[in-house]
Each structure stands twice: as C-alpha cells, then as structure tokens.
C-alpha cells in the first residue's frame, strides 16, 4: 500500500497514463448529463417552437373573416397577379400567404358586380404584379371591369417597376387611367406559340412510338411522332393565334380609343415601349412613381386633398362577406377543369397539373342530379380533355343531368377534345370568343420502349404469353398486321361514337358533324359559325340562361366540388413536395440501383399516354 501511495504522489512523466481522480470522474459525469440535457432541451424547444408555429401556421389557414366594414369613399383593390384560376388546387395556391391565392376568375368578376352596386365603393385599383391570364380569361375579366364602370364609378390601372406584360396590358385598357413608372415599359408586339416536339428525344432513347388516329388534325400525336409541325396543324394553329391576338388588339383599341390600324402600326414598329413614347402614342395617361400614385387617388376622391388617409379594401376581404341567401333556389356551378382521367380529381404535377377525375366528377354531378333543390346546372369547363373511357363516363352523367334539370355549359380557356364531348348533352353551350373548343377527334397512342430497355438501359427481357395478342400492352414490341387493323377499327368505332354523341346534343346529323370535326380546333367564335356552339359570353351570361330555363329569378349558386380551404391544399403541396423530392433523386441518381427506378419511372409516364384518347395537344400563349 505504501509503495501504491508513493507512486501515486509521484511527479507525472512523459508517456504515463493519466490517472482521473474520484472528483474529477464526477466533474466529467455532471458535464457529459449536463451536456446531453441541454442537447435534449435544444431539440424540445425547437420541437415546441416548430410546434407553436405550425398551429400558428394552422390558425392563420383556418380563421374565418367575418363581414368586413366597408368605409365611404373606399377603393377596391383587385391585385392581378399570375393566372387567376378557375378553380384553386395545390398547383395554382403558391403563396400560402398571399392575400389573394384562394380567388378565382369568378371572385373578382363577384366582387365586382357587387361594388358597382355598393356606395361606400368609389372605384377600382388595379394593381398588375405579373398577371400571366389567356386572352378568354382576359375576356371575361375585362366584361366584368367595362360593365362596372356603366355605374359611373371609376377604374385606375398601375403596374410594377417593370410595367406591363401583354396580358395586363391588354386588360389594363379597360382602366379609364392607366399609369406606368419611369421605370416601366409596355410589351404590346404579338402573341407567340411554342409547340415541342419529342420524337429526336425519343430517337436517342430507342423509343419508338405508334400511332393511330381519326380526324387528320387531330394533333395530339405529332410531338411524338414529327419533328415539326403538319401542314394541316399548321394552318389551324395560324387561324388560332391570329384570331386570339385579333382579339386583343381589338381590347386595346376600344380601351384606348385608338384604332386597330394605329395598334398594328405601335406591334409592326415597337419591340418594347418606354415611358415617353407609351405615352406620345396614347397607350398611358401619366408617368407615375410609386409614391406619387396615392396622391392622383387621393385627389380624386378628397376634391384634392392630399392629407387624408387612402381608405382601401383588398378583393379577397371584400368577397369573403358575401354570402348567398340558403332560402333561395339553387343553381349548381359544376367545374370539370383539367384533363380528363380515370380516378379522383387532383393536382398531378408529373402528368399534366389538374387532373378532372371521372369518379369525383360523376360522384358531384349525381349529388346536384338527385338535390332538388338544384333547379339547374352550369357546368364550367376548362379542359383539354384526356382518356376516352373516364370522357364518356363524365358524358354520360351530364347527359343524365340535362334528362331531368336545364344543363347550360360555360366555356374557359379551353373546352375541345374530351372536353367538347361532355358538353355535347348540355341544352345551351356557351363559350368565349376565343375559347379553344372543338377538336373532335379520338387517337390510340402506343410506344415500343424495347429498345430503350436494351440499348439505353441494358436490360434484356423475355417474354412468355399464353395467346398471340397477351402481350399487346407490354410496350415491348410492335403491334402486328391483326392488331393494327383491329387498333384503326376501334378507332373509327369510337369516332363514330364522338360525332353520334354531337350529333345528338346539337340536333346534327353525324355527316354535318364530320364535316367541322376530324380533330380540328376551334375559336369560340368560330365555332359558333359552324354551330359547335349557342352563344358568345362569360358566366354571367350562362347563369341568365340558366335561370330563364329554370324559370326562377332569385337563386344562390352552390359549387361543386366544393372548394377546399387552405389547411387541405397546404396539406396536398407537402406530398406534391414530396413526390417531386423522389422523382428528382431518382432521375439524378447515379447508382446501379437506381435503373429499376428509372425504368419504372419512364414506363409509367409513357403507359399515362398510351391507349384511346380524345386530347388536345397542350400548349400557351405568350
């Protein structure tokens, strides 16, 4: 022991362990808990912190306005930013703070209809921050703003420090100011069209598609299988965008009191316009700062006085205290937008955005079907159609609706394809003058991907079947003779079933019908001339009609589905989110066992595209 104790109070040497005393383990214990409790209490409190602001988050998604109080002499402001929706999904609520990402087209048009009645309203604010709306949605908009100004009151138009796009130019016109800053320009030099075609991509992929159609402009194929446009698609689509700018120079005309020949003139000559010259040549009323912009309100209002305070309501407080009288009858505002597909409605961001599902569409209408209280139905539609057999199925139930209530169709942006064939039943079809619509027509689209597995990925397959024809949906080979003349006879049984359904609804004969469809694409207008189509107009229009069938003159519009709240798509960008978090990994992944992946990602989205289709091929105007 005396030895043990001698060397324990022996100096330390170089190379000697350290030997930790009894107080100093219990220092080392107390900091490492102490350590591990702060590190525990770290990630509690940021559990909590995110906890709290999630409810927060939550209550702020969920909270009710109540009526809002509307002041004397008070400006609604309509902020016009992005594409307005007809109806709002998880792809068009973006900014879940935005004051204005839960309204539709059909929530400012409201809003406006009730404050040119409203006297505490003087006028509108027009704020434009990057409005991207087609030249329909345009129309519809700028119906809305010219009948508000009939009641006397008065519309100022501003834009942001980069001024106007087309599309807010455009609808700008309709202001009786309109307002730029120095700092702005005006783009008014035409619209442009985009059409992107695949098939040098799918060369590369050893992908080969296989077509069969009815209808030589039936255009949804050739980005699959051309390089460049048809000539038969090519003349239909001149005839379109020349009609839809036709159009728009024909709203800038009337709204700014210039002629359509001085507005060619100002398209032929100006790339981009400045303030000065925006201004020598009629297109803005005064070069405004943003702080200077109150002020011309202020004066307006006050009789010139610039100290008082500017009295404002925003459009989504001024909607949300609008509710319709439950003791009224009901007509039934029925939305199919999107393409039409086999399954529930949903945002889709990898096949096409909005998705109108077959079953949740057939479920709604059967509700307003069997409500007696519904006297009767517009049914809005923005589509561009989609699968046949979910498209016949969405017919068939709006053809059951319109056996036992007035159905009167309203028409967006686009209705043609799928989306034309549901409205075929209706009693009255009513569409904007430059709606997309028609393009009946029907396709079966195929594609061999044999050679994708071989030579892209270097995967061998074989094949076993139990009949000559198992395999047909493989995708792995070609359709033989046999299955390519049944293919082309299907085709035309289901075409023939397009033009009998027209047909029926228009009080055609199927030959007159061949003769506008073979999947040509329609304006309103035009469509119209050849009888796809009753009337020119917007939902005010189709509502009127709808009323007068039913004959009642006080209703309240219920619609269906029913819009969901903020909470529900939060909920559904999260799993957007996150299934295009996968798909991006996967694409990106450079592991072997990533190829399954891969090749079952590729698959499916090509499967999405095979089989019977009545579809428009998709694309924008700029």
């Known amino acids: 022991m005396d030895n043990l104790r001698e060397q324990q109070e022996q100096p330390r040497t170089s190379g000697a362990k350290t030997k930790v005393k009894p107080k100093e383990e219990m220092t080392f214990v107390k900091t490492l808990v102490a350590s591990m409790l702060g590190f525990m209490a770290g990630i509690i409190g940021l559990s909590i912190i995110s906890l709290i602001g999630f409810l ?10 109540g009526e809002p109080t509307v002041l004397g002499n008070s400006l609604l402001v309509l902020p016009m930013k992005g594409s307005i929706p007809e109806v709002v999904t998880a792809g068009s609520f973006g900014d879940i703070f935005s004051k204005s990402s839960m309204l539709t087209t059909r929530d400012y048009l409201t809003a ?125 689509v001149t005839s379109i965008i020349d009609a839809r700018f036709a159009r728009g120079k024909r709203l800038v005309a009337d709204g700014r009191n210039i002629s359509v020949a001085e507005v060619d003139s100002i398209v032929a000559n100006w790339p981009l316009l400045r303030p000065d010259p925006a201004f020598q040549l009629k297109l803005i009323d005064r070069i405004l700062y943003d702080d200077e912009v109150e002020n011309v309100f202020k004066t307006r209002l006050y009789q010139g006085d610039t100290s008082r305070h500017l009295r404002t309501i925003e459009v989504d407080d001024y909607v949300a205290g609008s509710e319709e009288d439950d003791d009224q009858d009901v007509i039934a505002l029925v939305y199919a937008n999107g393409s039409i597909a086999t399954g529930k409605s949903e945002y889709n961001p990898i096949f096409g955005g909005n998705q109108l599902g077959s079953q949740t569409f057939v479920e709604e209408m059967r509700k307003v079907r069997e409500n007696e ?198 909920l559904e960008i999260f799993d957007i989110g996150a299934q295009g978090m996968d798909i991006r990994q996967l694409l990106e992944a450079d592991h072997p066992m990533a190829l399954p992946g891969v090749r079952t990602f590729i698959t499916k989205s090509l499967q999405e595209y095979s089989g019977l289709q009545a579809r428009l091929v998709g694309f924008n105007f700029e």
């Open 373 to 570: 209280n519904v006297k009767a139905i517009v049914l809005r539609i923005n589509s561009p159609g989609g699968a046949l057999p979910p498209s016949i199925m969405i017919w068939r139930e709006v053809k059951l609706a319109a056996e036992t209530k007035p159905v009167i169709v309203s028409m967006a942006n686009v209705a043609a394809s799928g989306g034309y064939y549901i409205a075929a039943p209706a009693h009255e079809i009513i569409a904007e003058e430059t709606t997309i619509t028609g393009s009946i027509g029907v396709f079966a689209l195929a594609f061999n991907i044999d050679g994708f597995y071989e030579k892209t990925l270097g995967i061998n397959t074989q094949v076993y079947r139990t009949g000559p024809h198992a395999d047909i949906l493989s995708l792995l080979r070609d359709p033989t003779q046999v299955e390519m003349r049944f293919a082309e006879a299907e085709i035309d049984t289901v075409y023939n079933q397009f033009l009998n359904a027209v047909a029926e609804g228009r009080n055609m004969s199927p030959h007159d019908v061949d003769s506008i469809a073979l999947g040509r694409i329609w304006t309103g207008l035009q469509a119209k001339e050849v009888g796809l189509v009753d009337a020119i107009g917007g939902l005010e229009l189709a509502f009127e009609r709808a009323a007068e069938k039913a004959g009642i003159d006080d209703y309240t519009v219920r619609i269906y589905p029913e819009p969901k709240d903020k909470f529900q798509l939060l």
């Open 112 to 236: 406006l209809e009730t404050a040119a009645n409203d006297e505490h309203i003087a006028g509108v604010w027009l704020q434009f921050e990057g409005f991207s709306g087609g030249i329909a949605q345009i129309e519809a908009l700028a119906r809305g703003l010219n009948k508000f100004k009939e009641s006397g009151k008065f519309i100022y138009a501003t834009s942001n420090e980069d001024g106007y796009n087309e599309a807010e130019y455009i609808l700008a016109t309709c202001a009786d100011s309109l307002f730029l800053p120095r700092s702005g320009a005006i783009e008014l030099n035409g619209f442009y069209l985009v059409l992107e075609y695949y098939k040098p991509l799918l060369d590369k992929l050893n992908i080969k598609p296989i077509m069969v159609r009815a209808g030589r402009y039936k255009s949804f194929v050739e980005p699959f299988t051309r390089t460049s446009t048809s000539p038969e698609y090519e003349e239909v």
């Open 56 to 65: 927060l988050l939550l209550g702020s998604l969920s909270s009710v306005d």
